[in-house]
């Protein structure tokens, strides 16, 4: 037995903080919820957490691994041995088992694959070679499934003995000799049924499905829409090749969440073990902050140069009346804040499916007519700061430029996700700093252009 380690006050040990042998640790451990222990796990030096992890179960290791951050879960694993590790893997979920195979060095990768079961190997290689993104690689091959020509007492036996190798049970699927997705039938109305009530007429025929290569974002959208705990996963010949569980759809929304919460933020995307979603910003270095926020930063300071122009081609109209500058600064925030405003609604809807490509024009009119009211209003409130800063001809000048700016942040900001649909671009890339650039751009082009227009009229006149 190896030597007791004295562990911090943690579920690890008591605040009297006395030793504890392998087997109190694993009780203590096993009276844990995983995610608990995941979280207190993350608090321990990597050394120390490691070695708790020698000592606890296979099953146990698993568990809380599959709980923990992705950084964290890498360092714990690459601290295991070889053939300790192999015993956990084997434990885990087969979506889980091959996110971590992947996240390791190739070599490490290849030598645990031949610790593991024939059985278990071929099923890794498997879910590996589906495409990053798409349903087969967040799928799962442990699911139940049942012939149509079995009775409900039949399948709720054959249920009960394969359950603790199955992902979930809720739902079982049934399946031809050929593996084709004939339907499912949920154990509510396994149990519900009479003993000897075959499958095939209970069964919902023709269950909404997803097939290997769909996106993974989409997929996550049809299990919100229709409420589904788990989703079959087919290939090109209807063959039942796996399932998604509301967990693994759990993860995929937040991590799309997050990348468009960088992209609306101007903050580029990485890959792998260089991306912000999976480091997380706690513990992401300085230097890749400084790697992802810099670039868009400087394209849009290269932009904003542009608005400077714009200021310089209009020098004889702000010589001529200083106190438009004073109003600038409002002009085209109000200009951005609309623009950004617009952008993130829209960006939303279009994430969630509320808007798509055909509602654009629709949408346009309801825009102008929404733009124009705030612009006005607006419009109303700026020009009696416009009276008192510059007189009534500045006040008109005002007025009339922050209906413009805020039409045009507006229509921009609601036009710009669906221009990017349309490339094939992401539509959160029409982030607020970039809606507000452009909108700073035309802002300052459009008071003075007004500006200059409205005067020239009155020294005309």
């Known amino acids: 037995m190896n030597e007791p380690l004295k562990f911090p006050t943690s579920p690890f040990a008591p605040e009297s903080g006395e030793y504890f042998d392998d087997q109190a640790l694993r009780r203590l451990c096993e009276a844990e919820h995983p995610a608990d222990l995941a979280a207190q796990f993350s608090e321990l030096d990597l050394e120390q957490a490691a070695d708790i992890f020698s000592r606890l179960t296979p099953d146990c290791c698993a568990d809380v691994l599959v709980h923990m951050d992705y950084d964290d879960q890498r360092e714990i694993a690459a601290r295991l041995p070889d053939d300790a590790l192999a015993k956990v893997i084997e434990k885990m979920s087969s979506d889980d088992r091959v996110d971590l195979i992947q996240s390791m060095p190739d070599e490490r990768g290849e ?13 890794i290689r498997r879910l ?24 409900a007492r039949q399948a709720i036996d054959k249920l009960r003995l394969e359950a603790p190798d199955k992902e979930t049970i809720y739902y079982a699927y049934v399946i031809d000799s050929q593996r084709r997705l004939l339907g499912l039938v949920s154990l509510r109305k396994l149990i519900m049924a009479r003993p ?13 499905c997803a097939n290997v290569h769909d996106d993974q974002e989409e997929v996550a959208r049809q299990m ?9 996963v087919t290939n090109g010949n209807d063959s039942l090749v796996g399932i998604i569980t509301f967990d693994d759809v759990h993860d ?31 513990d992401a270095s300085a230097w890749l902050l400084i790697r992802k926020r810099l670039p868009w930063l400087l394209a849009l300071v290269f932009m904003n140069i542009f608005s400077g122009a714009g200021i310089a081609y209009y020098e004889d109209t702000i010589q001529a009346t200083v106190a438009l500058v004073f109003f ?33 024009f629709r949408l346009l009119g309801k825009e102008v007519g929404i733009a124009l009211c705030i612009g006005i209003c607006m419009a109303f409130a700026v020009s009696f700061i416009g009276i008192f800063r510059g007189g009534p ?7 009339v430029a922050m209906v413009c700016v805020v039409l045009f942040g507006s229509l921009l900001g609601m036009s710009l996700p669906f221009l990017l649909t349309r490339l094939n671009l992401d539509p959160a890339t029409a982030s607020a700093p970039l809606v507000t650039s452009i909108a700073d751009i035309g802002g300052v ?17």
Do not use: C
């Open 224 to 232: 919100a829409k229709y409420d589904l705990l788990a989703m079959p």
């Open 196 to 208: 000897n009530t075959l499958i095939e007429s209970i069964m919902r025929r023709d269950p909404i």
């Open 328 to 360: 600038l600064p409002l002009l085209i925030g109000s200009g951005g804040n609309a623009g950004a405003q617009s952008a993130t609604l829209m960006v939303r809807a279009m994430a969630i499916g509320d808007v798509i490509m055909k509602d654009w």
């Open 128 to 151: 590996s070679s589906y495409q990053e993104d798409t349903a087969g690689a967040i799928m799962t091959s442990e699911y139940a499934t049942l012939s149509p020509y079995l009775t």
């Open 252 to 282: 995929v929304i937040e991590e799309e969440a997050t990348e468009d919460f960088h992209r609306m933020g101007s903050i580029s995307q990485g890959s792998g073990a260089d991306d912000l979603v999976d480091i997380g910003l706690k």
């Open 445 to 461: 082009v459009i008071y003075f252009g007004i500006a200059t227009w409205y005067l020239g009229l009155y020294a005309a006149a």
């Open 393 to 399: 001809d500045v006040a008109v000048i005002v007025a």
């Open 111 to 123: 030598t645990l694959l031949h610790l593991l079961a024939k059985k278990e190997r071929e099923d």
